[in-house]
């Protein structure tokens, strides 16, 4: 491998799901309804083999608004795993934020608080974890934890207007598929 990334090796990802592994569905609920993006399942199997963790890291807030429960997200997550067919538990933890946004939450994106927790878990650095996401709650997520990020631009929102809005402009990559970012994030692209 020529590796050139001007970054510590990484050692986990923290993953956002809808619009980011999955096709964005607005207050996603049914299983059926689950699409793998174009890249995702090549870009965890090479994230896989150069040794970075996953970690699955989603803001459901359809729970705490009363639109279906957190079982109905379990069921997706399930799904999820099924369809990427990496093992049967390719995340080594699943953070689901299940507040609506006026509730108080530990773990609702963009708190930092699962990034400080998996950083103290597993003993790794804040440089060596990177947010995937589409959103910019998740960058938002990365610049409160101190940790990398990088933009998948696949969700209906503007991430680069978002990203600016917030302040970040420039501050992350952005990438139209989950497996360019990878490669970026690996050194290998
Ligand atoms: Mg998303």
Request: aromatic residues 6%; proline residues 19%; hydrophobic residues 30%.
């Given at each position: 491998m020529n590796r050139t990334a001007p970054w510590p090796h990484p050692k986990a990802f923290i993953l956002d799901r809808d619009g980011t592994l999955i096709s964005h569905?607005?207050?996603?609920?049914?299983?059926?309804?689950i699409v793998l993006l174009p890249g995702v399942r090549d870009g965890l199997l090479q994230a896989v083999s150069a040794g970075v963790k996953l970690f699955l890291h989603t803001n459901q807030s359809g729970v705490g608004r009363g639109y279906f429960t957190l079982e109905a997200v379990h069921a997706c997550n399930r799904r999820l795993v099924e369809l990427l067919?990496?093992?049967?538990?390719?995340?080594a933890r699943i953070c689901i934020?299940?507040?609506?946004?006026d509730q108080s939450s530990r773990?609702?994106?963009?708190?930092?608080v699962f990034a400080e927790e998996v950083t103290r878990e597993f003993g790794f650095r804040r440089e060596e974890l990177w947010y995937l996401g589409d959103r910019g709650s998740d960058l938002k997520t990365a610049h409160a934890a101190g940790t990398n990020g990088a933009g998948i631009a696949?969700?209906?929102?503007d991430l680069t207007a978002e990203l600016a809005e917030a302040?970040?402009?420039?501050?992350y990559p952005i990438f139209s598929r989950f497996d360019l970012a990878v490669k970026h994030i690996l050194g290998t692209s």
């Open positions: 569905v607005p207050y996603l609920h049914d299983p059926d309804k067919d990496i093992g049967p538990a390719p995340f934020a299940s507040e609506a946004p773990h609702r994106k963009p708190s930092p696949t969700g209906l929102d302040g970040l402009a420039g501050a």
